[in-house]
């Protein structure tokens, strides 16, 4: 850690400086510039990263050298991690495809969409028994008994099941029903959450929050995997800027940047990116040719007629259509779908 | 609600279009203009709101004419809404001043702290026993033993409590020691925390998510209110954007702009807006001109060593000399401190 | 346009918004629903765009129906507009890449990397002889003799040239040497230079500013297109965020956003948008998948010695490889490079 | 300037910097840490600032130490700038108030406003010649028209004239009748009219771009003043966020945030950041509490028929109030209205 030390520091506030990173079992390197003078701290840098050092009289900046995230990290782990459910792969050569519908409504319903997503060569059935709303008022999804149809879609198509969870009393019990549970945009700093996943055997789909920087989405997957649980999907699916043309603005760089900085997979969500159905398939295309390692897809029966997001979702037809249509992209960039 | 019908839509899209408005209980006034045709559906708007009507071919865009909240609307309850604590107000003439550290840390220091504030005028005190940290790996709070010595912070001062509440299984402890329940930022969609803090008795501190719109944030209210807790308190606690210089940007026209939409009492935390002590003292004096009915400001006796947010805790001293500062604008725009 | 009514209205307001409606030849047609009065004018809705009707007693708020461009529209022109330089096309099968450095540095290195980026495959030389830069202490550009060499360029290569034009008082001099002009970020609202390349008859590259909506893209398109010159090349290359893990947030979905909305044609400039030359191959495979025209990216021979933006150059042997990379993903949209 | 190299990088690498370094004059200070080496460059680090050190191999990010601004910097000149124009202050104990129409109409309604704002205590007129309109079919202003009248308003007030430039070409004939040359938010990094401006003996009004950081608005002025005029004000009016209830937001952080790196005097415009008149006095006090040097607000008779924001202009009445209330605001922070 680099700390500036203002120009009108006294000696005594520089005394005071260092005497506190050594008093941190660190050792301080001071370096007097022509401008400035700075000080090096070496050392366990994660110790003062805890410390305000910013509220002490005379410093003027702190640059920190190492990232906040260890488990995380490219450091801690060299090679990809592949998550494997159910014999299909996250993070494999093959692209994962999960697709269904946003809310679980009923059982015809889902079964139906499950095997037209099978059909069309998606690898995972998405759906949400629980549903974050922005409206008290709107349908809040059907609970245990959404988990059951999920659980029965699954033993109809073979393909593993992925839903949200948004509340720590009910981990148990989506875990009993689902192969993989997903931690929502608005809860990516719900802590209690986090650390309750890291203790529970399933994977953990972790969306991006809807204005988390990349540092603070990999400090919240530190969250789940240093209670143990190393089986963390990363999930992009659109920041909030001042453009309004879309739902969200998909952040497809960060897929490339993540491969820089974890070794977790990186799947992106297009459908509640850009929030008109109609703008799905081309981001979902650029997804895969930028390097993401899955989709999760919003597909509907009858989208003017589902109970949420409607009007993001892709007929069945047309998710088939996509899924033929990003083969050559996916072998392109040297995977397959 | 308006309907915009696409211009190269069919006869039979737009019958299909004024079929489902009519489905639905309401009814649907077609208007032909020279370039466009729309479409207006007449009677309870809530209805179709959560209808994807722009998944229906033919349709360009919807226009929603009311607002989607009704509890905590200005329509629904045109007097300004005073919630008392303890003899305490907030929404009245005075101002409501919460102050203390940002986590209680021990006994003696949380007395400390607590007594100058007091001293200082402040009416509330605050300090959190749960603590949301950004990393898995920094002090996550005193849990109950902290909501205990708040407690007794409270017989010592006589000033109601302050402090944040994150899982929908901690409420009922923390409601047994405190006055008010802090919603923080992060879990202003919380929703299943939402509902039941809705349940409980305690007024709720809403803070503002870093990324809300106003809309949203008076959405949350809703739901807290749906619930039957009508004591609502609103926090602005800065957004988040691309300038750097400051922690968040405080957004001080969501106060005005509040009060043109709501009858819920508005605070301002100008702590975690900036992230500087040095910058609190303008943005509490511009919160009050703005028409703020309180603030949350964090002090601490030793912020070099506090361990949360140092950098940004005014010693007793500054915020004894800001409470001061602070008078003669209070009586500027009608009120008192 | 529709005008709600705000609940207090009275009577005589009304009235008056209506007699306002009519006193512009617009007809005013009132929908009395069970919470809202609203009013719709009928007729051209580009006069009621630039009143203040906000500004008038008893309103709420104002929804436009149209868009506020019109010869940039897909409604103005039907037709994708393919745009023919010197041979090339932009906006037709073939992709259209740009290619070459930040600024034009000297004679040698010019030429040098221009033949590179021919023999990889791009289709148009760029280069900057007048710069904008953040500081007044930076290099500023070569001015005329930087043109000089562009255009010695194009007659080595025989590619024509891309370069960025400042100031009204330089686009006859630039128009002399280059083939497309190139409005930069920071002038996207400049409108007097905006209008006087209106005027000029060689195309327009006009980049998005770095938070501009594409709709106040679209109407700076508008101005160009209104001044006669409806050659216009639109260019996303990413906006300001909270993120800053990248130089700026790459927005694709601009893509298919505004191949829904109009008829010039769209190119990427990856390069700008990450900020680091490490990132710029998978945004720029990304963006041909997205449907996105052509592109335009920096290219240097010795990215550590560049005056500008060494940091995100590529080397010729990347870009060459990047080329060829890109050869399948066109071709799966339907595409060549 | 601190370099922290990669973590895998090599030898040879290291050893590459440090010679970049010393061949650009400075010395080169190489420190291993526990997990990272990092290299300090000793000397003038403006050198470095212009150097794509990230492009060079081993590199894994560069901190830079000092501020890119030096003329605009409390460094440069540690007292407040006063701006005296025509026996007004800017900067000094009086707040400046600057009022009048967003743009000059005609003679008659000018000069009525000119009256009404000087009655009621503005220290300037403000009022648009020169338009920049987002549609290029929108009033386009008076063009030397509207100077004259604006010069005219000036003999019958005594209160000298802000109007903005916007094309270089125009400084002179602006300068002629003008006081004080305003450069509006879009036209922030028109870097060419900067620089002329800078030669111009009229003070200059920089306005922040509309999502400008607070340290390239500082960089804007030096531009300006690099050119010799070091009379620059500054003035906050709203950024771009995805907040949609306001224009803008007013960052009204960026005042003290100001105070603390620059002697240039901060105003606010607070008409630009809410956009609408109702919420103009609120902000307008909050600035004055927030340490702002003055003010520049809308006024027009008949907003309702005003050519340009008549939404965000206040009445003669309402502004002659809100001067009133700022008064003692005013004084409670040491300064007079």
């Known amino acids: 850690m680099i700390i500036v030390v203002r120009p009108d520091a ?17 050792q301080a390197h001071v370096s007097k510039g022509t401008e400035r003078t700075i000080i090096g701290a070496i050392g366990d840098e994660a110790i003062l990263q805890s410390l305000p050092l910013e509220a002490i009289p005379g410093v003027e900046k702190v640059l920190p050298i190492l990232k ?31 697709a269904g519908p946003c809310a679980v409504e009923n059982k015809t319903l889902l079964f139906e969409i499950a095997q037209e997503v099978k059909k069309a060569g998606a690898n995972f059935v998405r759906g949400g028994a629980f549903k974050p709303r922005t409206s008290p008022y ?78 603070e989405w990999l400090m919240s997957a530190e969250y789940i995997m240093s209670g143990g649980n190393h089986n963390v999907i990363l999930c992009e699916r659109g920041i909030r800027t001042y453009e309004t043309a879309t739902r969200n603005t ?55 007629e589902a109970l949420c997001d409607g009007e993001q979702s892709l007929k069945p037809r047309s998710f088939k259509q996509l899924m033929e249509e990003m083969k050559p992209i996916a072998a392109a960039v040297g995977r397959e779908i």
């Open 10 to 26: 006294t000696e005594e506030q520089i005394n005071h400086i260092i005497k506190k990173i050594k008093d941190h079992g660190l």
């Open 138 to 215: 709107a349908f809040q999804g059907l609970e245990e008994e959404g988990l059951k149809y999920l659980a029965e879609a699954r033993e109809r198509t073979g393909l593993p099941i992925v839903t949200e969870v948004m509340d720590p009393r009910d981990i148990d019990l989506i875990a009993k029903y689902a192969d993989v549970l997903q931690i929502g945009a608005r809860n990516m700093q719900n802590f209690r959450l986090l650390k309750e996943v890291g203790l529970c055997k399933k994977p953990i789909l972790l969306k991006r929050g809807i204005s988390a920087t990349i540092k």
């Open 68 to 98: 906040p995230f260890k488990l995380a990290s490219l450091e801690f782990r060299k090679e990809k991690t592949i998550i494997n459910v159910c014999g299909q792969q996250i993070g494999g050569k093959r692209i994962a495809v999960m």
């Open 250 to 304: 998909l952040d497809l760089s960060a897929v490339p940047v993540l491969k820089q900085m974890t070794h977790l997979p990186v799947i992106v969500d297009p459908s509640h990116a850009v929030g008109k159905w109609d703008l799905v398939a081309p981001m979902a295309k650029a997804a895969i040719a930028a390097g993401a390692d899955g989709l999760i897809i919003e597909v509907h029966s009858n989208p003017e």
